[in-house]
């Protein structure tokens, strides 16, 4: 049996056995959790989520891009629209060690500086080799973007691939005073 039909008899199993047809399309924690698209490191798994609990968005070293912004303004219209104004209230960048991006920033840099929207010189300063200290680059980031909902509450965490731990980096803190 190949993969597509293990994936369509898994399904089937699940559509069975774990299928819930009341599920909303708001995730019921108001969360959205950001993950990098390696595959050790599956946000629902590693964080041990529920179907429904939160909205999973994967990219490369689960960074803070140009699109990831945009993806979270779509879905904040979204929420609006589907009775949470403002969208998500939590805010959750997952961030890894040992992380393949690393290899993108020594063998292709410029590949990496477009995938990031930045020129090229400014990829030292955005800490690709260290999660710990990226995390905390892309929070301040996420400050700086007023399409971004001043009530967000945002952390960091950091999942060591080597030993399966978490570690909170940034703890929940609101993204900024809200404006009077």
């Not at 994936?7 to 699940?14: G, I, K, P, T």
């Not at 007023?146 to 952390?155: A, E, N, P, Q, Y």
């Amino acid at each position: 049996m190949d993969f597509h039909e293990v994936m369509l008899e898994r399904n089937a199993n699940f559509a069975r056995t774990d299928f819930s047809p009341e599920l909303k399309m708001m995730p019921s924690t108001g969360t959205i959790v950001v993950g990098c698209v390696d595959p050790r490191v599956d946000p629902a798994t590693v964080l041990g989520l529920k179907l429904g609990e939160t909205a999973v968005i994967r990219n490369v070293g689960g960074r803070v891009s140009h699109a990831l912004i945009e993806t979270l303004a779509v879905l904040s219209v979204v929420g609006a629209a589907a009775g949470r104004p403002g969208g998500a209230r939590n805010l959750v960048l997952l961030q890894h060690t040992d992380c393949g991006i690393i290899g993108c920033h020594r063998h292709a840099p410029a590949l990496l500086a477009r995938y990031l929207d930045v020129e090229e010189a400014a990829l030292d300063t955005m800490s690709i080799p260290d999660p710990y200290e990226a995390i905390a680059l892309d929070i301040a980031a996420l400050k700086t973007n007023l399409d971004l909902s001043d009530g967000l509450m945002v952390s960091g965490l950091v999942y060591d691939v080597t030993t399966g731990q978490v570690q909170t980096v940034v703890p929940p803190t609101r993204l900024r005073t809200p404006s009077n």
